[in-house]
């Protein structure tokens, strides 16, 4: 089955390849992400896997090398949708060049979005974080740690995206400014910067914005990887203590800088949630089931003081 889902522009995962053969007397639930290689979908992945044995599925874990890939995930989408399964389930990586691929799709088979919108609403199910909300959180929790440290919640901040055109990115980027309009007068954005995908030039706009703001004082950080590349920048610089770094989602290595704090705040979903959830729905959608048109998964504030808390613990080190 998988063999017929590899391309020239797109490639499956090294663990769906790895795996065994499927069994042709149990449901097909691809579940595609937007980039193997990044730990956050692993763990959506972990999620979709655990899911699998639970409910007897076949889960071919999909996806392309990277979220700029965004041809690379159409044509997979479009070859799992080939091979027939009970059910789809999809984090586009682009809101707009996913949506018409997603309303042809559906036509076939039910499709379950995780993550990420696109511009359809063909999805049969949606579950994700309200990014708006999770935006204005981040604002929040920055404002909180600037607080703390200068006595007032005002000074210069900055955003780093980490692409255009992506619909979580979007709604955390709407929900962080008009916190900040809402809430904080005296927080002034001085700057909003759009990376290209990469950790790298993450570093490189920190380190721009270290240098060209001396009064810098937050900065959000809406990806995992833009959180690589700044905190890097932070921790070169060693600017943890003056300048509060607040990121959406976490790896080992961001984790240490919360607690050495280089990073003020992690806004963290559940991304294993995401996975699990996401197979489960899928299936009841293929078995004609009622099914919620939209489910929030949460987005939650952790910050060194809370970090070791059930919930918080549990969400920085999920299931594998």
């Not at 089955?1 to 090294?14: I, R």
């Not at 049969?124 to 204005?136: H, K």
């Not at 060693?238 to 704090?261: R, W």
Request: charged share 25%; aromatic share 6%.
């Amino acid at each position: 089955m998988l063999k017929k889902l590899l391309c020239a522009s797109a490639v499956v995962s090294v663990a769906a390849l790895a795996g065994p053969s499927y069994a042709a007397d149990k449901p097909t639930i691809p579940v595609i992400v937007k980039d193997t290689t990044s730990a956050y979908w692993q763990i959506v992945f972990a999620g979709a896997r655990q899911a699998a044995k639970d409910l007897d599925v076949n889960v071919p874990e999909l996806g392309a090398q990277s979220e700029s890939d965004i041809n690379g995930e159409i044509t997979i989408l479009e070859n799992a949708v080939a091979e027939k399964p009970a059910a789809v389930v999809i984090a586009p990586t682009q809101f707009k060049a996913l949506g018409k691929p997603i309303d042809e799709a559906a036509k076939k088979v039910p499709i379950i979005g995780i993550d990420s919108a696109a511009d359809s609403k063909a999805f049969t199910s949606f579950l994700t974080t309200d990014n708006e909300v999770g935006g204005r959180i981040a604002a929040d929790g920055m404002a909180a740690a600037i607080k703390d440290k200068y006595g007032k919640a005002e000074g210069d901040v900055a955003l780093i995206t980490h692409l255009p055109g992506v619909g979580s990115l979007e709604a955390r980027n709407k929900g962080y400014k008009e916190e900040l309009a809402d809430k904080y007068p005296d927080l002034k954005l001085v700057a909003d910067k759009v990376s290209d995908g990469n950790a790298t030039t993450g570093l490189n706009i920190m380190t721009d914005l270290i240098t060209a703001n001396p009064n810098l004082r937050g900065v959000f950080a809406d990806n995992l990887i833009q959180c690589q590349g700044a905190s890097q920048a932070i921790a070169e610089n060693k600017k943890g203590d003056t300048i509060k770094l607040v990121c959406f989602d976490a790896d080992d290595k961001l984790i240490g800088y919360l607690k050495d704090g280089t990073i003020a705040a992690l806004l963290l979903q559940d991304p294993y949630r995401m996975g699990y959830d996401g197979v489960k729905t899928a299936l009841a959608a293929s078995k004609g089931e009622k099914v919620p048109a939209f489910v929030d998964t949460g987005a939650n504030l952790v910050t060194k003081a809370n970090m070791d808390n059930p919930k918080e613990h549990k969400l920085l080190y999920p299931p594998k």
